[in-house]
């Protein structure tokens, strides 16, 4: 089934009464698709399930699985996030601006 991480299971723990079943399933799905991986959590209510508030908002567990293969097909071929992907050169701009002393609204303050 893979290493289970003890910071997951202080998570759920600390989780609402509600959230402790789906965060439990959720963690069996993935071990059973997916037996190493790394397992990040997320702070907010986002995403295409928005906010999860009982076992039966979830897709099945086939549907689930689905995902979790499609992922890590995804890691191990090493394709990033369109999202991050785009962070980066934003990034090297805000990194080259501050080290020319620039402040992040430089463009709009009067001279």
Same mark, same amino acid.
């Given at each position: 089934? +893979?290493?289970? &991480?003890?910071? *997951? &299971?202080? !998570? $759920?723990? =600390?989780?609402? &009464?509600?959230?402790?079943? $789906?965060?439990?399933?959720?963690?069996?799905?993935?071990?059973?698709?997916?037996?190493?991986? &790394?397992?990040? =959590? %997320?702070?907010?209510?986002? +995403?295409?399930? +928005? =906010? $999860?508030? %009982?076992?039966?908002?979830?897709? %099945? =567990?086939?549907?689930?699985? +689905? !995902? *979790?293969?499609?992922?890590?097909?995804?890691?191990?071929?090493? $394709?990033? %996030?369109?999202?991050r992907m785009k962070?980066?050169?934003?990034?090297?701009?805000? *990194?080259? /601006?501050?080290?020319?002393?620039?402040?992040?609204? /430089?463009? !709009?303050?009067?001279?």
């Open positions: 089934m +893979g290493t289970r &991480d003890p910071r *997951i &299971d202080a !998570y $759920i723990a =600390r989780s609402a &009464d509600f959230a402790q079943p $789906i965060l439990t399933h959720l963690r069996e799905v993935v071990h059973t698709a997916c037996p190493v991986v &790394d397992h990040g =959590r %997320s702070k907010e209510a986002m +995403g295409q399930f +928005g =906010r $999860i508030t %009982s076992l039966d908002k979830l897709p %099945s =567990r086939k549907v689930l699985t +689905g !995902y *979790i293969k499609k992922a890590m097909a995804l890691n191990e071929k090493g $394709i990033k %996030s369109p999202t962070r980066a050169p934003r990034l090297e701009t805000a *990194i080259e /601006w501050m080290a020319e002393g620039k402040s992040r609204n /430089w463009e !709009y303050l009067s001279s």
